[in-house]
């Protein structure tokens, strides 16, 4: 009997505090989602469920081959956490397919409705044009109506990326989810390695 081969998976301590990246050597969903609401999670995937039971996470988000998770609070030392995930993702990770399906994607509600929105806008309006100049806006967080966004790739350091935040971005974003409240840069602009401009 063949056993399955081993998951592997990398933890990254973010900028945000209370935030880790985790990547996995395989894909888990094909494009961008997030989840903050474990019974949702409980209903519609077992692996995001497990992740939840971990305990003291207030969003996941999955993008490809990569979990952004989100404590509720700041913890003092991200190992622990990040190999009680690192076990809960294995143990629960499909053998095939995402961990998620497309079908669970109309049935989200409240704050994870709204983040799906953004996601819409940034995914179909706003990543395509950033690219021709080598770079993409994501959001990194969440809290109420508020986004936190980071712009990355030729768009981190350019002299035009506050202009391209304030009236593309921010306006792009507004006239399609008009209940967002404050839009936050959270850029590390003097990081950019290969501004456009």
Request: proline share 6%; glycine share 10%.
């Amino acid at each position: 009997m063949n056993e399955a081969p081993e998951v592997r998976i990398t933890a990254e301590p973010q900028a945000r505090p209370e935030q880790c990246l985790f990547r996995f050597d395989r894909i888990l969903f094909p494009g961008t989602v997030y989840v903050s609401d474990p019974a949702f999670a409980a209903e519609h995937s077992p692996f995001l469920h497990a992740l939840f039971e971990t305990g003291g996470i207030r969003g996941i988000q999955v993008r490809h081959s990569e979990l952004l998770v989100t404590l509720a609070q700041k913890p003092d030392d991200w190992r622990e956490y990040a190999r009680a995930i690192g076990s809960a993702a294995r143990a629960s990770l499909p053998g095939e397919g995402e961990v998620l399906s497309d079908a669970a994607l109309a049935q989200f509600e409240g704050h994870d409705a709204f983040r799906a929105k953004v996601q819409n806008v940034i995914d179909t309006r706003l990543n395509p044009g950033l690219a021709s100049h080598g770079g993409f806006v994501e959001v990194v967080d969440s809290i109420g109506m508020d986004l936190y966004l980071n712009m990355g790739g030729g768009c981190q350091g350019c002299s035009s990326a506050a202009a391209t935040m304030k009236q593309g971005v921010e306006v792009s974003i507004r006239d399609a989810v008009p209940e967002i409240e404050n839009i936050y840069d959270a850029t590390d602009h003097a990081a950019g390695v290969n501004p456009y401009m």
